[in-house]
Protein backbone atom coordinates (compact mmCIF):
# COMPACT_ATOMS: atom_id res chain seq x y z
CA UNK A 1 0.00 0.00 0.00
CA UNK A 2 1.49 3.54 -0.95
CA UNK A 3 1.94 5.75 2.16
CA UNK A 4 0.05 8.95 0.54
CA UNK A 5 0.29 11.52 3.68
CA UNK A 6 4.71 10.66 2.81
CA UNK A 7 3.84 11.21 -0.80
CA UNK A 8 1.40 14.36 0.18
CA UNK A 9 4.29 15.91 2.58
CA UNK A 10 7.00 15.14 0.30
CA UNK A 11 9.06 17.94 -1.42
CA UNK A 12 8.95 18.12 -5.48
CA UNK A 13 11.69 15.45 -6.42
CA UNK A 14 9.23 12.95 -4.80
CA UNK A 15 6.92 10.68 -7.14
CA UNK A 16 3.59 12.86 -7.08
CA UNK A 17 0.01 11.70 -6.03
CA UNK A 18 -2.09 11.06 -8.66
CA UNK A 19 -5.33 12.90 -9.21
CA UNK A 20 -7.40 9.70 -7.78
CA UNK A 21 -5.20 9.39 -4.64
CA UNK A 22 -5.44 13.26 -3.84
CA UNK A 23 -9.04 12.85 -3.99
CA UNK A 24 -9.49 9.53 -2.18
CA UNK A 25 -7.05 11.23 0.62
CA UNK A 26 -9.07 14.56 0.41
CA UNK A 27 -12.91 12.72 1.26
CA UNK A 28 -11.19 10.25 3.56
CA UNK A 29 -9.67 13.29 5.97
CA UNK A 30 -12.83 15.16 5.64
CA UNK A 31 -14.40 12.52 6.88
CA UNK A 32 -12.00 11.70 9.79
CA UNK A 33 -12.56 15.50 10.71
CA UNK A 34 -16.38 14.60 10.72
CA UNK A 35 -15.17 12.17 13.00
CA UNK A 36 -13.03 14.36 15.63
CA UNK A 37 -14.25 17.79 15.24
CA UNK A 38 -16.15 17.24 18.71
CA UNK A 39 -13.38 16.04 20.50
CA UNK A 40 -14.62 12.75 20.43
CA UNK A 41 -14.07 9.60 18.24
CA UNK A 42 -16.81 7.46 18.48
CA UNK A 43 -16.79 4.10 17.46
CA UNK A 44 -19.86 4.54 15.58
CA UNK A 45 -18.53 7.08 13.64
CA UNK A 46 -15.38 5.52 13.24
CA UNK A 47 -16.99 2.29 11.89
CA UNK A 48 -19.27 4.48 9.35
CA UNK A 49 -16.05 6.02 8.16
CA UNK A 50 -14.39 2.12 7.65
CA UNK A 51 -17.85 1.12 6.23
CA UNK A 52 -17.70 4.34 3.64
CA UNK A 53 -13.98 3.79 2.79
CA UNK A 54 -14.44 -0.03 2.11
CA UNK A 55 -18.16 0.61 -0.24
CA UNK A 56 -16.92 3.93 -1.97
CA UNK A 57 -13.65 2.95 -2.88
CA UNK A 58 -13.57 -1.00 -2.99
CA UNK A 59 -11.13 -1.49 -0.60
CA UNK A 60 -10.27 -5.05 1.13
CA UNK A 61 -9.97 -5.16 5.02
CA UNK A 62 -6.53 -4.53 5.07
CA UNK A 63 -6.08 -1.69 2.52
CA UNK A 64 -8.66 0.01 4.37
CA UNK A 65 -7.11 -0.38 7.80
CA UNK A 66 -3.70 0.98 6.11
CA UNK A 67 -5.72 4.11 4.53
CA UNK A 68 -7.25 5.02 7.45
CA UNK A 69 -4.54 5.23 9.28
CA UNK A 70 -3.02 7.55 6.24
CA UNK A 71 -6.09 9.63 6.50
CA UNK A 72 -6.33 9.87 9.95
CA UNK A 73 -3.02 11.66 10.13
CA UNK A 74 -3.92 13.62 7.18
CA UNK A 75 -7.03 15.04 8.67
CA UNK A 76 -4.94 15.69 12.61
CA UNK A 77 -1.74 17.23 10.55
CA UNK A 78 -3.76 19.30 8.42
CA UNK A 79 -4.23 23.10 9.74
CA UNK A 80 -7.56 23.61 8.40
CA UNK A 81 -10.31 22.77 5.99
CA UNK A 82 -8.77 24.52 3.14
CA UNK A 83 -6.59 22.34 1.46
CA UNK A 84 -8.94 19.43 0.81
CA UNK A 85 -12.30 21.79 0.02
CA UNK A 86 -10.16 23.21 -2.72
CA UNK A 87 -9.45 19.59 -4.26
CA UNK A 88 -13.12 19.37 -4.16
CA UNK A 89 -13.85 22.02 -5.84
CA UNK A 90 -11.53 21.57 -8.68
CA UNK A 91 -12.66 17.64 -8.97
CA UNK A 92 -16.11 16.99 -7.96
CA UNK A 93 -19.29 17.92 -9.81
CA UNK A 94 -22.11 19.61 -7.35
CA UNK A 95 -23.47 16.05 -7.43
CA UNK A 96 -20.45 14.80 -6.39
CA UNK A 97 -20.14 17.30 -3.78
CA UNK A 98 -24.07 16.72 -2.47
CA UNK A 99 -22.81 13.04 -2.18
CA UNK A 100 -20.23 13.88 -0.10
CA UNK A 101 -22.47 15.80 1.88
CA UNK A 102 -24.08 13.02 2.78
CA UNK A 103 -21.31 10.56 3.75
CA UNK A 104 -20.09 13.22 6.14
CA UNK A 105 -23.30 13.60 7.39
CA UNK A 106 -23.45 9.64 7.93
CA UNK A 107 -20.46 10.09 9.95
CA UNK A 108 -21.80 12.88 11.78
CA UNK A 109 -24.99 11.02 12.88
CA UNK A 110 -23.35 7.37 13.28
CA UNK A 111 -23.63 8.08 17.10
CA UNK A 112 -27.18 9.41 16.96
CA UNK A 113 -26.53 12.62 18.63
CA UNK A 114 -25.08 16.21 16.23
CA UNK A 115 -23.04 18.66 18.56
CA UNK A 116 -22.23 22.32 18.18
CA UNK A 117 -18.84 21.56 16.89
CA UNK A 118 -19.79 18.93 14.17
CA UNK A 119 -22.59 21.32 12.83
CA UNK A 120 -20.78 24.23 13.02
CA UNK A 121 -18.36 22.05 10.66
CA UNK A 122 -20.76 21.14 8.20
CA UNK A 123 -22.19 24.11 7.76
CA UNK A 124 -18.30 25.52 7.33
CA UNK A 125 -17.35 22.45 5.17
CA UNK A 126 -20.84 23.60 2.78
CA UNK A 127 -19.68 26.63 2.20
CA UNK A 128 -16.18 25.36 1.72
CA UNK A 129 -17.36 23.68 -1.68
CA UNK A 130 -20.57 25.64 -2.35
CA UNK A 131 -22.81 23.55 -1.32
CA UNK A 132 -26.22 25.49 -0.53
CA UNK A 133 -28.02 24.56 2.90
CA UNK A 134 -30.93 23.39 1.34
CA UNK A 135 -29.12 20.86 -0.67
CA UNK A 136 -26.71 19.92 3.05
CA UNK A 137 -29.93 19.62 4.71
CA UNK A 138 -31.21 17.17 1.73
CA UNK A 139 -27.56 15.31 2.16
CA UNK A 140 -28.60 15.46 6.09
CA UNK A 141 -32.01 14.00 5.68
CA UNK A 142 -30.76 10.91 2.71
CA UNK A 143 -28.11 10.12 5.93
CA UNK A 144 -30.80 9.87 7.78
CA UNK A 145 -32.59 7.98 6.14
CA UNK A 146 -29.88 5.38 5.48
CA UNK A 147 -29.21 5.16 8.95
CA UNK A 148 -32.98 4.66 9.47
CA UNK A 149 -32.86 1.20 6.93
Not at 72 to 92: F, I
Not at 132 to 146: H, K, M, N
Request: with cysteine.
Amino acid sequence: MFDLVKKLMAGPEAEPLSADEELRLAAAALLFRAVFVDGHADDDEIAMVRRILEDEFGLDADATAAFMVEAQSAAQSAGDLYGWTKRVNAHYSMDEKCYLMEKLWQVVLADDHVDDMESAMMRRLAGLIYVTAADSARARQAAQESKDT
